[in-house]
């Protein structure tokens, strides 16, 4: 019972443009985290935003959250070539007490 | 050095064969989680602890055990290993409940021959 998909499966972009990356679930969330993954290495948390906020902001990172669409979307600005890993959203769902990610983005950001 | 750490984090073993994964964390969290990572299908969450001896199954628990006997620790049990639970495996901890950033391992990449 997966509940986050990401869109699309891979991304690849020259370094300095933007990268957004979109999730959709399935059923009334708590809240909504991404996550990154450098190659085969633990995942480290980038963002939360809760089921009450709309946008959230953190350095070169957006988030947003369309609780009626059930969909969020995560931007990356002025991407790096360090930025290239995999994205995963990962969402709560009201009530429950574990996590369901989704498949992830793979990013490439080429030099 | 606020952390979790895995052990061990490469193993190589053979069906039927008991193993223990340990996770333990430095950071006081009361929640603590296992999951699997397979191409294609993301993590899946095996079980999850609240607090100490309590745990509670996630997306994939057959064949898994866990105990909770300490605050720190999470050791993940494989009691009889079989080849479709070769796979990257990570523990997380976060500081109450799931709706916190959850912090994570560095992995334990199981193969069973």
């Known amino acids: 019972s997966q509940q986050g998909e990401e869109d699309p499966q891979a991304l690849s972009i020259q370094e300095g443009e933007n990268a957004t990356m979109n999730c959709s679930y399935k059923t009334s969330i708590n809240n909504l985290q991404w996550y990154r993954q450098n190659s085969g290495r633990g995942l480290v948390h980038l963002i939360l935003i809760r089921s009450n906020e709309r946008e959230k902001h953190s350095g070169r990172l957006r988030v947003t959250l369309d609780t009626s669409k059930k969909s969020s979307s995560l931007l990356i600005t002025a991407s790096r070539a360090a930025d290239t890993a995999s994205y995963f959203c990962?969402?709560?769902?009201?009530?429950?007490?574990?996590?369901?990610f989704g498949t992830g983005t793979r990013l490439t950001v080429i030099p | 050095e606020a952390q979790v750490t895995q052990n061990p984090r490469y193993l190589i073993t053979v069906t039927g064969k008991k193993l223990t994964v340990t996770c333990s964390q430095n950071?006081?969290?009361?929640?603590m989680s296992w999951y699997r990572q397979d191409p294609g299908l993301g993590l899946r969450q095996i079980y999850y602890s609240m607090n100490v001896e309590v745990t509670d199954k996630g997306d994939v628990p057959e064949g898994y055990k866990v105990s909770r006997k300490e605050k720190r620790n999470f050791p993940l049990i494989l009691e009889s290993p079989s080849p479709n639970q070769t796979s990257l495996y990570f523990c997380a901890s976060s500081p109450s409940q799931v709706s916190y950033e959850q912090y994570f391992g560095p992995g334990t990449r199981l193969t069973v021959t």
């Open positions: 950071m006081n969290h009361e929640y």
């Open positions: 990962a969402t709560v769902e009201t009530g429950a007490n574990n996590l369901f």
